[in-house]
Structures are given as structure tokens and as C-alpha cells.
């Protein structure tokens, strides 16, 4: 009975601890605070300075900010991505070469 009771009590505190804790990002970078006024929503037409540029992380960043996007990820063409949308996220898409062919929300 006791054994029981200090297993369910340390499962308990363990979940309630997990959910204080802090996790990392899954992808691309992201920023705590964005710019005033858009939420922290995309706006692409921020980041087409990048076309045509080689796709580096210091380009996404840049493009970040620019877009007031919270994150933002390089797509290479056959990368495996997820159909959601993410009106918080930019995505810089690049060619073989890696050179950003496209700017889009999502």
C-alpha cells in the first residue's frame, strides 16, 4: 500500500514537474517578442530581399526579423514537411544550390 501511494506520488510530481519545464525549439529560430503591431504574425513581403541570396542561417535571421515572424525555416527542395499552417513561421525556400527561390508564410 505505502510502496503504491510513494509511486503514484512520484509520477505525480514528475509530470507536474515536466510541465514547468522548458523546452527547445523544434526548428528554425525563434524569437520571444516581435514587432509591434502584427502578433508576431508573417509577413513575407518583408523578406523578398533574400531572393536570389544564398540561404544562410544569418539570411534567416535577418528575414526573420524583417517579416516579424516568431520563427522561420530554410526548405530545400526535398526536405519532409508538415501541411500545417503556421501564420507565425517564414519559410525560405531554396534551390539545389541552396539560393532562396521563394518567401512564403505557413
Given at each position: 500500500?505505502f510502496?503504491?501511494r510513494a509511486?503514484?506520488?512520484?509520477?505525480?510530481?514528475?509530470?507536474?514537474?515536466?510541465?514547468?519545464?522548458?523546452?527547445g525549439s523544434?526548428?528554425?529560430?525563434?524569437?520571444?517578442?516581435a514587432p509591434?503591431?502584427?502578433?508576431?504574425?508573417?509577413?513575407?513581403?518583408?523578406?523578398?530581399?533574400?531572393?536570389?541570396?544564398?540561404?544562410?542561417?544569418?539570411?534567416?535571421?535577418?528575414?526573420?526579423?524583417?517579416s516579424?515572424?516568431?520563427?522561420?525555416r530554410?526548405?530545400k527542395?526535398?526536405?519532409?514537411?508538415?501541411l500545417?499552417?503556421?501564420?507565425?513561421?517564414?519559410?525560405?525556400?531554396?534551390?539545389?544550390?541552396?539560393?532562396?527561390?521563394r518567401?512564403?508564410?505557413?
Amino acid at each position: 500500500m505505502f510502496r503504491t501511494r510513494a509511486t503514484l506520488a512520484t509520477l505525480l510530481l514528475a509530470s507536474v514537474l515536466a510541465g514547468c519545464s522548458t523546452g527547445g525549439s523544434s526548428g528554425g529560430s525563434a524569437a520571444p517578442t516581435a514587432p509591434a503591431g502584427n502578433d508576431g504574425r508573417c509577413e513575407a513581403s518583408g523578406a523578398d530581399f533574400t531572393i536570389g541570396k544564398p540561404g544562410t542561417p544569418e539570411l534567416l535571421e535577418q528575414a526573420r526579423k524583417a517579416s516579424g515572424s516568431q520563427m522561420a525555416r530554410i526548405l530545400k527542395p526535398h526536405d519532409v514537411i508538415t501541411l500545417e499552417y503556421r501564420s507565425e513561421r517564414l519559410n525560405l525556400n531554396v534551390d539545389e544550390k541552396g539560393v532562396v527561390t521563394r518567401v512564403n508564410c505557413g
